[in-house]
Structures are given as C-alpha cells and as structure tokens.
C-alpha cells in the first residue's frame, strides 16, 4: 500500500502537527494552551480517519480522488494561496504605516512573489 494511500497519513499528520504545537507551546511556557491544540489537533485527525463517507474528508484524505476533486483542489489551493498573500500584503502595509520595517511579511510576500514568478517561467517553458 502507498503511503499517499493510507487512510492514516493524515490523522497521524494532524496528530504529529498538535503534538509539535504542544511542545511548542509548552517551551514557551503554555503548556494549558498546548494541551488545547493538541485536542484540536488530534479532534481533526479523527475526523479524517472516522469521516470517511463524506466525499469532501475522503477527497482530502486522498483516496477517492478523481479528476473531479484534482480541478476543486487546484482551484481551492489557488483561492487560499491568493488569501495569504492578499493578508501579507495588508499586514506589510499596516506595518509600514505604523512606522515598523514590515518585518516579516515582507520577506514573505517576497518568497510569495518569487516563487509564482518561478512557476510561471517553469510551467511556460514546461507548456
């Protein structure tokens, strides 16, 4: 069985990121706030791993994907990548405006900005 496959990456996924989260946390000196995510964490990884007759949690799961759920995905991943960015930008300018550098989301939109130019050059050539 691939691992893309199993219906266990992503709940061990979930639970991994709240036991980092936690850890996290708990270094920072939170341990209550880290206990909160990890339950948050692992409350998702269930979800994926028991919710598995719902299309939409089987499609993100990964099994069940169809080219259907490949044209959502790439439409899904263009919207929330345009809403990042679209909130570096404000950040970035509400930092200017306070008198700060704009530090970090200037780098950030930086990586942002590069990296599509890049696909852009790449997948043109690729065409």
Do not use: C
Not at 65 to 82: K, P, Q, V
């Amino acid at each position: 069985m691939r691992v893309a496959k199993s219906k266990w990456l992503v709940p061990l996924l979930a639970v991994a990121l709240g036991l980092a989260v936690f850890a996290a946390q708990s270094i920072g000196g939170n341990p209550g706030s880290g206990l909160e995510s990890l339950g948050i964490m692992t409350g998702v990884g269930a979800l994926f791993l028991f919710g598995g007759r719902s299309e939409t949690i089987r499609g993100l799961r990964g099994d069940g994907r169809d080219e259907r759920f490949r044209h959502i995905d790439i439409h899904a991943t263009a919207l929330a990548g345009l809403a990042v960015i679209l909130a570096i930008i404000v950040a970035f300018i509400v930092e200017l405006a306070r008198g700060h550098s704009g530090a970090p989301y200037g780098w950030l939109a930086a990586i942002g900005g590069i990296t599509y130019i890049a696909a852009i050059i790449i997948f043109t050539i690729r065409g």
